[in-house]
């Protein structure tokens, strides 16, 4: 097989329409894509966590994501290259729940009870995570698992995406933040979106979940949070800490409107 007819392993949809090699090809530019987007962001919410001692990730995110990845990315993968994607993802995942329970407690420094238990209440909120995405699994046509697949993922970058923008507004800083981060998450979501498109508009039968009220309103909704509202908070709260560092050196601030 040379370059030219390369394609990444079939899915199970994919074994079993057999698409021609430029639907794959297309497709697998795609989820190529936006994994190493995700994998760059992954990368950067670590070193960011460790660089300015806080977390951007909030918890209920954490808990989802971790569970999500581990249930779907590897206990119940629909194809062995999700499991080699899933595996690091799961590891860099560790890495931000260490970082939480390490200057969490600085965080929520107002709530005693939530600062001092983060040590056992992120690791014990992940069973109870993955028993909630197991029966989801169960609750949706067996014959038809790419759309608890669908469902999941929707949920969970909805809660992604909105708790991000919620982040910034109830922290009042950046720490745990970065533009880059915002811009490798945002550009993986995008492309994963557009990786379903692609699907949805050449195997309609196969996608007729992704087609139904409820998957459109939610992606509109991440992509809304992602690619316009998340800046504006982002830039708006970088603002104010400037403004507070030069008021703490003794500068007169600007007014923020």
Same mark, same amino acid.
């Given at each position: 097989m040379g370059l030219h007819d390369f394609h990444l392993p079939l899915t199970a949809l994919d074994q079993i329409n057999q698409p021609p090699l430029w639907f794959l090809q297309v497709q697998d530019a795609m *989820?190529?894509?936006? *994994?190493?987007s995700w994998t760059t962001a992954y990368i950067l919410y670590v070193r960011q966590a460790f660089k300015?001692? %806080?977390?951007?990730?909030?918890l209920l995110t954490l808990w989802l994501n971790t569970a999500?990845?581990?249930?779907?990315?590897?206990?119940?993968a629909g194809s062995t290259g999700l499991i080699f994607v899933a595996g690091p993802w799961?590891?860099?995942e560790i890495a931000l729940i260490y970082a939480t329970i390490k200057y969490g %407690?600085?965080?929520?420094r107002h709530s005693p009870l939530v600062a001092n238990n983060l040590w056992w209440m992120i690791p014990a909120a992940q069973p109870v995570a993955c028993g909630f995405y197991y029966?989801?699994?169960q609750s949706f046509n067996k014959e038809k698992p790419q759309d608890s697949i669908i469902m999941s993922a929707l949920a969970n @970058?909805?809660?992604? %995406?909105?708790?991000?923008?919620?982040?910034?507004? %109830?922290?009042?800083?950046t720490k745990g933040h970065s533009v880059g981060i915002w811009f490798w998450r945002t550009n993986g979501t995008f492309w994963t979106v557009m990786c379903h498109y692609w @699907?949805? *508009?050449?195997?309609? @039968?196969?996608?007729?979940f992704n087609f139904s009220p409820i998957v459109q309103y939610g992606m509109w909704i991440f992509e809304a949070c992602d690619f316009v509202i998340y800046p504006i908070v982002y830039y708006y709260v970088s603002q104010r800490e400037r403004e507070a560092e030069k008021q703490a050196a003794g500068q007169k601030p600007k007014r923020l409107r």
């Open positions: *989820t190529i894509t936006f *994994t190493l300015d001692k %806080s977390y951007g990730v909030p999500w990845e581990i249930m779907f990315g590897i206990v119940c799961v590891l860099l %407690s600085i965080e929520w029966a989801l699994m @970058q909805v809660f992604t %995406s909105i708790g991000a923008v919620l982040h910034l507004i %109830s922290k009042g800083n @699907q949805m *508009t050449h195997y309609p @039968q196969d996608h007729y």
